[in-house]
């Protein structure tokens, strides 16, 4: 998790993951050569430096459909992240206050959760094509409070996809 000041652009977003991306790897103890790169299809994300720096890279970049919310797995967890940030008492006192508890929180999810969040990549690109690429119910227990995710969502970046 990297803190954004501003706006982000194509010149941002391939800074960041020139600085977070191998050193998250590294952090999860990943093989970058197993690793599979999903992004959506925002235009910072298609840009040409981007995608040349993306092509230096040692592992896979997925190619994604646009529009596939319920394929992303990252989308889970961030809906889990909001939910604990609402469930403080009152709200943060600006926007230092509201980092520091986007950073307690996250730091709270278990390697775990993401594991199973990826495990559940099958059933969830069976529940899309159920739905004939259209939004489904498709909801996976993810957090230990063993709380079904909500139907809202907060559009993110990226996520990895590991190979075994």
């Not at 706006?7 to 977070?20: P, R, S």
């Not at 991306?21 to 994300?45: E, G, P």
């Not at 890279?57 to 992240?81: G, K, M, R, Y």
């Not at 690109?125 to 079904?148: F, L, P, Q, R």
Request: aromatic letters at 10%.
């Amino acid at each position: 998790m990297c803190k954004i000041e501003g706006m982000m652009d194509q010149h941002l977003y391939k800074q960041i993951l020139e600085d977070e991306l191998l050193r998250t790897i590294i952090w999860y103890h990943m093989d970058a050569n197993r690793v599979i790169f999903q992004q959506d299809n925002d235009s910072k994300h298609k840009a040409r430096s981007v995608q040349e720096r993306l092509k230096e890279q040692p592992f896979e970049v997925l190619e994604w459909p646009p529009q596939s919310t319920d394929l992303n797995p990252i989308e889970h967890l961030w809906a889990t992240l909001k939910r604990r940030l609402n469930e403080y008492e009152r709200p943060p006192n600006g926007m230092i206050e509201l980092w520091e508890r986007i950073q307690t929180e996250w730091d709270k999810i278990d390697k775990e959760v993401c594991a199973r969040l990826i495990e559940s990549m099958a059933s969830r690109i069976n529940a899309v094509w159920k739905s004939k690429g259209m939004w489904t119910d498709y909801c996976i227990k993810i957090d230990e409070h063993g709380k079904n995710c909500p139907h809202e969502f907060i559009k993110f970046e990226h996520t990895f996809l590991y190979k075994e």
